[in-house]
T-cell receptor, first 114, second 115 residues
Framework: KAGVTQTPRYLIKTRGQQVTLSCSPI?????VSWYQQTPGQGLQFLFE???????NKGNFPGRFSGRQFSNSRSEMNVSTLELGDSALYLC?????????????FGSGTRLTVV | QKEVEQDPGPLSVPEGAIVSLNCTYS??????FMWYRQYSRKGPELLMY????GNKEDGRFTAQVDKSSKYISLFIRDSQPSDSATYLC???????????????FGQGTILTVHP
C-alpha cells in the first residue's frame, strides 16, 4: 500500500516568487493536512482539507493557501515567498478528519528560499 | 507560553538503557495524545496513540497519559541504535470543535542511542 506521496522533494525558489507543492494521500484517505516544520518553531499546522473544503486553518498569513481535488489529492501554494518560508512542508492524510483515525505523514518537501 | 512543552534534549544513552521522554501541556481540551518518531530527512511516523488518560504498551514502547497533571510520557525499554531519531509528542482536541483536525506538536527530543 503506497504511503503519502509529496512532490517535489526539494525546491529552491527566489524571494518574491510563488510555489506550489503537491500531496497524494494514502488510497482511501479523504482528509489531508499540511504542516510547516522549522528548527525554531517546530511543526506548525497550516490547514486541513476534507471533501474539497478547508475545515481548519492555522495562524499563517494569507500568502499560504491550499486546495483539495475530488480524488483527495491536495496542493498548497505560497505566494510572494519570503526567506522565512524556508522549511520542510509536510502533508498528512487520514481516513476522516480528526485525530481519532491517526495521521500518516509523507516525507515532505524541503523548500529553500534564497 | 506554548500549549505543548517538550525538552529538546539532546539525549544520549547507551544501548540497552531505558529512555524516558516527556511532554507537558496547558490546554485541557486535548483528548488525543500521540508520539511520533522522525528520522533524518523523513516525515514523522506514528509510534503510539492514546485517547484520554492511561497507559498503553506496544513491544518496547510504553505511553502514559496523566490528564490531571497535564503530563505525558513515552518509555523505550532496551533501547537500540536504530531508535536514534527525533521524538515528537502531539496532541489533538476532542470532536465537535473547529480545531478537531489540528495536531499541536512539541518541539521534539533528539535521541541518540550509542552501541
Amino acid at each position: 500500500k503506497a504511503g503519502v506521496t509529496q512532490t517535489p522533494r526539494y525546491l529552491i525558489k527566489t524571494r518574491g516568487q510563488q510555489v506550489t507543492l503537491s500531496c497524494s494521500p494514502i488510497s482511501g484517505h479523504r482528509s489531508v493536512s499540511w504542516y510547516q516544520q522549522t528548527p525554531g518553531q517546530g511543526l506548525q499546522f497550516l490547514f486541513e482539507y476534507f471533501s474539497e473544503t478547508q475545515r481548519n486553518k492555522g495562524n499563517f498569513p494569507g500568502r499560504f493557501s491550499g486546495r483539495q481535488f475530488s480524488n483527495s489529492r491536495s496542493e498548497m501554494n505560497v505566494s510572494t515567498l519570503e526567506l522565512g518560508d524556508s522549511a520542510l512542508y509536510l502533508c498528512a492524510s487520514s481516513l476522516e478528519p480528526g485525530p481519532f483515525y491517526g495521521y500518516t505523514f509523507g516525507s515532505g518537501t524541503r523548500l529553500t528560499v534564497v | 507560553q506554548k500549549e505543548v512543552e517538550q525538552d529538546p534534549g539532546p539525549l544520549s544513552v547507551p544501548e540497552g538503557a531505558i529512555v524516558s521522554l516527556n511532554c507537558t501541556y496547558s490546554n485541557s481540551a486535548f483528548q488525543y495524545f500521540m508520539w511520533y518518531r522522525q528520522y533524518s530527512r523523513k516525515g514523522p511516523e506514528l509510534l503510539m496513540y492514546t485517547y484520554s488518560s492511561g497507559n498503553k504498551e506496544d513491544g518496547r514502547f510504553t505511553a502514559q497519559v496523566d490528564k490531571s497533571s497535564k503530563y505525558i510520557s513515552l518509555f523505550i525499554r532496551d533501547s537500540q541504535p536504530s531508535d536514534s531519531a527525533t521524538y515528537l509528542c502531539a496532541m489533538g482536541r476532542g470532536a465537535g470543535g473547529t480545531s478537531y483536525g489540528k495536531l499541536t506538536f512539541g518541539q521534539g527530543t533528539i535521541l541518540t542511542v550509542h552501541p
